[in-house]
């Protein structure tokens, strides 16, 4: 069950997290913050709020770890369901994950039935 459940959240990491990282961001205007390395960026980590791209809060982090490929996979329990989703599909913003979808997309894509 949890393999079905980790499959459905890498297509829903694939199909909705894509556009969020394909959005720019604005150029600097110092040129040594331009410059800064892309490892000072927020890290997606355990106990961080989850939020859907409504901006509603609908679950939390529960782990960050190396899946079997080696790929950093984020654990998110969402009610009662729990599923992983590469930190590459996610982004990290006011001290939140964010992933993009709404909880209403990601429950009909881990078969949630209301």
Do not use: C, H
Request: net charge neutral; glycine share 8%.
């Amino acid at each position: 069950m949890r393999s079905i459940l980790t499959l459905g959240a890498a297509a829903l990491a694939i199909a909705f997290a894509a556009p969020a990282l394909a959005q720019t961001a604005a150029p600097a205007q110092d040129p040594a913050a331009a410059a800064a390395p892309a490892s000072a960026a927020a890290a997606v980590a355990a106990g961080q709020p989850v939020k859907d791209n409504t901006g509603a809060v609908i679950g939390s982090v529960t782990e960050v770890k190396p899946d079997a490929t080696g790929k950093s996979m984020a654990t998110i329990k969402m009610d009662d369901k729990t599923f992983a989703v590469d930190v590459k599909n996610l982004a990290v913003q006011d001290g939140a994950t964010v992933i993009n979808a709404s909880k209403a997309e990601i429950e009909g894509m881990l078969g949630v039935k209301k």
